[in-house]
């Protein structure tokens, strides 16, 4: 190993442990500092396979960094930095902390070369987002977290299951190509644990759930991270899976229906991230270099743009305290910068020419027509018209303009978010452009250099399909306001969720009432019939006790209650923190165990 | 704030920025007829050579989403606000 690797996930995890002793006049540099550092990291990042590490009878690899990782690696890392300063202003360690450790996670899955490694990260990222939700501090976001907890503990169960199946019957734990053509039953559990973490319907709807519930500056990092690191290993380890482009396809449908219905801006934008990665799994599934690319080029794409919009989001939310479209509108005077930038971000979703998703959507759409999946090409296109519906036209318009809905308080709270968040959504703004304008930054790193050369966007055709497209969607769109069909109400939009939230209380119903029924049954009899003969020995036995064992026991006893009001300080009932504890606890023994074998 | 006065002016101007903006649309589907300009060379099915083919798509995708959406929600999926709250 000639060349210096150090790996960008020790890089946050070591300024996540060391964020709380740094004195507070360098904070800031240093909330600034660690991520920068991560980034040049991966920038500076020789390719070829390092950080192996003896595990029992296997080896670990912490760092397979070649294209394919190094993309994803890039943004991560890039989002890390700008996330970060966004919520640069948030005084509670435990967030950024708890952000940190959810990039390295992330970061160590996208790089690590085999199948334990990359379930040890994908548990970590689970295990270290959900505190984002956590700390919004509303009862809402409490239980949404929880939600968002179980329905992952799930997805990496399947996971582990697949990642068992497969090392007992092939001995490997290398993580490349599965046969995606004959798939074994490990790989089916494997895709299912990935396809949770894509957000792919129906195992979608803890996505919209918990993202809206997060802090302002959490949801911003999670609305990157899970989904894209989820298409990372899919395009990792199933490239060509034809199921994919139907489950793709019908996610870019599925998140755009839902979107349309949704009032608020964050659960629409959390739906579109269904919506949008759709794209990336229709591409994987197509599988050609073109569509490869094009899965990575919008993925990198999208964690700029849905950055952007969730900043959006969340200035909305910090400055007003509503993202609800039917108490929000007429904001623009009172933020145009938040505004403008959200804009940005609305337009490269959109893939308007000159924007980021302009040259990354569509080398997905463009595969598929080349592969003769001409539904899959217009299906996608059409779920585009919805994409610009919702982002570019409906929530700039019903947030900025259109008719002032807003509480009185509301409106008057309302102002642009402090300089660095707007610094953030600036700086994200600029890259969307960029991207969209410079094309060589992105397809100089995409994985299939020679596809991506021989691609070109800016055709008079596509350029005028795009623009007709996304225009006369406007047309549609204003049309519409004037007819009064679309002024946002208020409502919960039911989806897949609804079979765990109201199936969680048929159990505690059925907790509650038969089974404590039951149990208050067999308490009685056992009071009865049980408990007078076993009150007449005890008697007996109170008397050996009093004279022979109390000696003894009382010395043991004086110890343990002062071990005792000891650790009572440490324990509060609080389930969150007792949670924490137990994460910390478990991430311990896991290190000395890594250590110690 | 110049943002903020640009954004009033052309509010001040709402007629005249929805003609031009129609006029836009119109522009686009004649050059959009123009082979010269627009190469459909590559393109993938017949229909895509009619001129304004992606127009119609836009527009009627747009209303066609928005209903079909609308109709969804309406047969149940939308619900009030506090559903979820016990």
């Known amino acids: 190993m000639s060349d210096l690797w150090i790996h960008p996930t020790l890089i946050m995890l070591g300024g996540a442990a060391l964020l709380p002793l740094v004195p507070r006049a360098v904070r800031k540099a240093c909330l600034l500092a660690v991520p920068a550092l991560a980034f040049a990291a991966v920038l500076l990042m020789p390719r070829g396979d390092f950080g192996h590490v003896a595990f029992l009878k296997w080896t670990l690899v912490f760092g397979r960094a070649d294209s394919l990782s190094l993309v994803f690696a890039h943004i991560m890392a890039l ?14 360690d435990g967030q950024h902390i708890a952000a940190w450790t959810y990039v390295a996670g992330s970061l160590g899955a996208i790089f690590a070369g085999d199948l334990l490694t990359l379930f040890l990260f994908w548990e970590m990222m689970a295990f270290s987002s959900v505190f984002l939700i956590w700390c919004r501090r509303t009862p809402r976001s409490t239980a949404a977290g929880f939600r968002y907890l179980l329905v992952h503990v799930a997805g990496g169960l399947s996971l582990l299951a697949g990642i068992i199946l497969h090392i007992k019957a ?64 899919l395009c990792r380890g199933f490239a060509g899976m034809e199921i994919l482009v139907v489950l793709g396809v019908i996610m870019s449908l599925y998140g755009v229906v839902y979107a349309i219905i949704e009032n608020d801006v964050r659960r629409l934008f959390a739906y579109h991230i269904v919506s949008q990665v759709g794209y990336m799994v229709a591409g994987v599934g197509i599988g050609t270099q073109l569509a490869i690319n094009g899965a990575c080029a919008h993925a990198f794409a999208h964690i700029l743009y849905k950055g952007l919009l969730f900043m959006g989001g969340g200035s909305i939310l910090l400055m007003t305290g509503e993202t609800r479209m039917s108490k929000l509108g007429s904001l623009y005077k009172k933020m145009p910068w938040a505004f403008f ?10 893939a308007f020419p000159l924007f980021s998703g302009f040259v990354s959507k569509s080398m997905i759409v463009q595969a598929g027509f ?39 308080a509301t409106f008057d709270k309302a102002k642009d978010p402090p300089w660095n968040m707007l610094a953030a959504m600036g700086l994200a703004a600029f890259l969307c452009v960029f991207i969209g304008c410079y094309t060589p930054y992105l397809y100089n790193l995409l994985p299939y250099q020679e596809a991506a050369r021989e691609y070109h966007p800016y055709t008079g055709y596509h350029v005028s399909e795009s623009l007709q497209l996304l225009l006369f969607t406007a047309l549609a769109f204003f049309v519409l306001v004037r007819l009064r069909k679309i002024e946002p109400h ?9 079979f765990y939230r109201i199936g969680g209380r048929a159990f505690l119903w059925l907790a509650r009432k038969p089974v404590q029924g039951v149990d208050t049954a067999v308490g009685e009899t056992y009071r009865a019939g049980g408990l007078r003969p076993l009150m007449m020995s005890a008697r007996l036995v109170g008397v050996f006790d009093n004279r022979v064992i109390d000696g003894i026991v009382d010395g043991f006893a004086g110890a343990i209650r002062a071990v005792g009001s000891r650790l009572r300080f440490a324990q509060r009932g609080a389930l969150q923190e007792n949670l924490t504890l137990a994460f910390a606890v478990a991430a311990a023994v896991v290190l000395i165990v890594l250590f110690v074998f | 704030m110049r943002l903020l006065r640009l954004i009033d002016f052309l509010r001040d101007r709402l007629m005249s920025v929805v003609w031009l903006g129609l006029a836009a649309l119109v522009v686009l589907v004649i050059v959009d007829a123009i082979p010269a300009v627009v190469d459909k060379h ?17 527009l009627l995708g747009c209303l066609t989403l928005v209903i079909v959406s609308k109709t969804y929600g309406h047969l149940g999926v939308s619900t009030r606000e506090d559903y979820y709250d016990e």
């Open chain 1, 370 to 408: 080349e592969e003769h999946m001409v539904w899959a090409g217009f299906l996608l296109n059409l779920a585009s018209i919805g994409t610009f519906y919702c982002n570019g036209l409906k929530v700039p318009y019903f947030v900025w303009f259109g008719r002032n809905r807003c509480e009185p």
């Open chain 1, 490 to 498: 208020a409502g919960t939009n039911v989806d897949l969720d609804w």
């Open chain 1, 170 to 233: 092939t001995g490997s734990t290398a993580f490349v190509q599965f046969d995606v053509h004959h798939p074994t039953t490990a790989a089916w559990f494997i895709l299912v644990g990935f396809l949770l973490n894509a957000a792919v319907p129906p195992l979608h709807a803890w996505l919209p759930d918990a993202y809206p519930e997060g802090t302002f500056n959490g949801s911003v990092f999670l609305s990157a991270f899970t989904t894209k690191t989820a298409v990372y290993a």
């Open chain 1, 79 to 92: 989002m890390c930095f700008i996330g970060t300063l966004f919520g640069l202003q948030v005084e509670e």
């Open chain 1, 341 to 350: 930038l959200t804009l940005i971000g609305g337009l490269s979703i959109s």
């Open chain 2, 42 to 58: 590559h393109a993938h099915t017949a229909a895509e050579h009619i001129p304004g083919f992606w127009a119609a798509f836009g």
